[in-house]
């Protein structure tokens, strides 16, 4: 798929479909590809996959894999008419996790996730981040990204770890909010880059989690150690910390579910991903959705994830997403398919290195599906139309 697609490009072309197809892999990376009339003669033996439609591995650019516990009760008090933030305020929601997050071990986290990133790989979900900010301490913050590095160690998917030690402000810090953005700033981040166990930190602007002013403060420190910065914004009310994240670099923004005008055309001047996460939605019934049709028109890049996480998105179902992304939200089915590959890589980083492509010298992760044609992948509401599936060269 091509790394940008010019507005008003054909579905096709922004795709970059090419029919009957061949692909050439040496080693872990792709070395042609092609119309395979064109495709060279290396004497290898070569396999037929029967005119499959063939995609890029998927691209989850938005997890929260690892945690513990349970968050039913949660869901039951929701559908007795609670809203989320009273639910928050009453002491459930992201600090019921934190309490199980902070009585288990790094093994043990592990241990818990290793079936939702099963679930995501069955789906040819080849690129999964994982976030932390169910930990909110050094110890467990750490903890949670020590689990996110020994998932990579036991499965083959790529693994990309963001420290988001700014969710909320936990039960300790409620009265002291400065000494806890202090300890994320000048100890969390600062340990977590020493360590290499993320490559990015990510911050909650929202009601209930943090101030602009607060993330300003966040985001500055994480540029400072070379992290990469995303937030998760807009989701609850309208902050204008999409404003914020474009001026300040930030890779993407997350939810945007109440995103202003000003926040768009800045996202669009940096070029700030919008990470659409219709998980979320869905299962919060939340009326507001993410304003598709100006996101669109100002040229924002769009991705979608699962937001998997045991509270507002429990899903690991990538395809669905992207589904919902069409019937919900108004994407188009290349879109989305554009959505769950090269620009959830792009968010991430890593469109550039080939990931979510499949372009000479980037990964050979493949997907080969079942469906009779391209627009069948998003058509099937809850389908997993993936049938074969290979993470650097070497099929699963």
Avoid at 35 to 59: C, F, K, M, Q
Wanted: glycine share 12%; hydrophobic share 50%.
């Amino acid at each position: 798929m091509p790394l940008d697609a010019p507005a008003g490009a054909e579905p096709e072309d922004a795709l970059g479909l090419v029919r009957d197809a061949a692909v050439l892999v040496e080693g872990e990376r792709v070395a042609w590809c092609g119309p395979r009339a064109a495709a060279p003669d290396v004497g290898a033996p070569v396999e037929d996959l029967g005119g499959a439609v063939v995609l890029p591995g998927l691209v989850d650019c938005h997890t929260h894999l690892v945690w513990a516990g349970d968050r039913t009760r949660d869901f039951e008090a929701r559908l007795r008419g609670a809203t989320y933030a009273e639910i928050a305020r009453a002491g459930g929601g992201i600090r019921l996790t934190v309490r199980a997050v902070r009585e288990a071990s790094a093994e043990e986290l592990a241990d818990l996730a290793a079936p939702r990133l099963d679930a995501l790989l069955a789906q040819g979900v080849t690129t999964v981040e994982v976030k932390s900010g169910y930990g909110l301490s050094l110890e467990h913050e750490l903890a949670q990204l020590e689990a996110v590095a020994l998932l990579g160690e036991r499965r083959p998917a790529r693994l990309v770890a963001t420290c988001l030690a700014a969710h909320i402000v936990p039960d300790e810090h409620k009265e002291r909010r400065g000494d806890y953005v202090r300890l994320v700033t000048d100890g969390i981040l600062p340990a977590v880059a020493a360590r290499g166990l993320a490559s990015a930190a990510d911050v909650f602007c929202d009601e209930g989690a943090f101030t602009l002013a607060e993330a300003r403060e966040i985001l500055t420190a994480a540029g400072r150690l070379g992290l990469r910065t995303r937030v998760h914004g807009e989701q609850l009310t309208g902050t204008g910390v999409a404003t914020l994240a474009a001026e300040l670099g930030a890779a993407s923004v997350d939810h945007l579910e109440h995103v202003d005008a000003a926040g768009i055309a800045a996202m669009a001047r940096a070029g700030t991903v919008a990470v659409l996460l219709p998980g979320a939605t869905t299962f919060l019934a939340d009326p507001a959705l993410p304003p598709v049709k100006a996101l669109r028109a100002a040229g924002v890049p769009m991705a979608v994830a699962t937001d998997a996480n045991p509270g507002s998105s429990p899903t690991t179902h990538l395809w669905l997403m992207a589904q919902l992304a069409c019937v919900s939200y108004g994407l188009m089915p290349h879109e989305a398919l554009r959505a769950v590959t090269v620009v959830g890589a792009r968010a991430l980083g890593l469109a550039d290195a080939g990931v979510g492509r499949i372009v000479v010298g980037g990964a050979a992760d493949l997907v080969a599906t079942d469906a009779p044609g391209w627009r069948h992948l998003l058509y099937g509401l809850g389908d997993n139309p993936a049938r074969r599936v290979w993470i650097g060269g070497r099929e699963l």
